[in-house]
């Protein structure tokens, strides 16, 4: 691919993107003021389908739950496929923004929850609408077939995968290549790629420790689960200390505790719950096999009735950079962007855009676009002080929306059109 053919289509196509900012704004703070919970996106997944049929597209929808496809055919070429993620958080909005949430909903369990897009996924659907109406309107400037994937759950690791348990290998054309985008803390105006493992693999188990109750005052008669628990959590924080390489990055992080109602009550069990960022498949393996050991053995010294009980809560695979395709995506970019596409450090972030490439066993490229005002993110780097700016799912997370907007569906068309055209 020539840099000389991505500059002449941007050039014409950046006034049609200026033109369009200021529908694209309002369709923003729209789907941002009324967010929607993970596999409830239903009002989101309506804006997006109708949006898609009326500039042409083949539209399927409630696909995996609320999972909206449009296809457009559009003479000889590759097929390519681009996804954004519709689903908000659990979480009470507290930028202050005079766009931001109030919206109040029950989540899986009943309990109601402050609801907002504090993870950015809805700039990923407004991006990718206007990348649907832009390579609608002007379809001479490309050639092939666009598969646009409007995909619920992320946030719960469930959406991808109920979108291909739904059929979708069956019933939709199989991409040649596969192209997602993140909202990040970083300069706006920016775009960070980068070949190889972007974002870590996710894993969260919820243990289950039993012992054997009793009164406080008599623990000879208890198998104590308050002390197993504690003796577990330890043991487990040598496993990332001792069992892995230095030179390999991973976490394992308990977040949550919980044993005992009372100080004079030893209780029948503890309950662990644990999340694990790995980067490298051996390595997840290797923590997810020394967890169960460790919890096994350390229940086992406690002279415990019954192994412990362990549960997947959600499992993310590593998103892992195709380098041929990446280093295409990267050209792209830098003929874009200059010196505003960089190449970025991988995050201990995880998500389950790679699901779809893995399923298929085609190539994806997944990148971010900065969304921190560029004053306030450079001051912030030039004071050591980065990791002080909100980042994705603190209730404070809010990006600019100038460059924003327009530099995420810039990268998204940069990048297909490198195959498209
Ligand atoms: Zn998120
Ligand atoms: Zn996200």
Redesign the pocket.
Known sequence: MENAQIKTFNKTMDSFIDKLLPELEEIYKDIHSNPELSMQEFRTAKIAADYLTKYQYEVSTAIGVTGVIGLMKNGDGPTVMLRADMDA?PVTEATGLPYASTKVARDEEGIEVGVSH????DLHVTWLMGAARLFSEHRDQWKGTLMLVFQPG??VGRGAQGMIDDGMMDRFPKPDIILGQHVMVGESGTVGHRSGAILSAGNSLKVKLFGRGAHGSQPQTSIDPVIMAAATTMRLQTIVSREVAPIENAVLTIGALQAGTKENIIPDDATLKLNIRTFDEGVRDHILSAVKRICCAECAASNAPRDPEFTTLDSYPVTENDAVATRRVAEAFDAQFGDKSYETQPAS?SEDFSIFGRSWKVPYVFWFVGGTDATTYLEAKKNNQINSIPS??SPKFAPVINPTLKTGLLAMMTAAIAWLD
């Open positions: 958080l504090v993870c950015g996924h992320e946030e972030a994705n799912h």
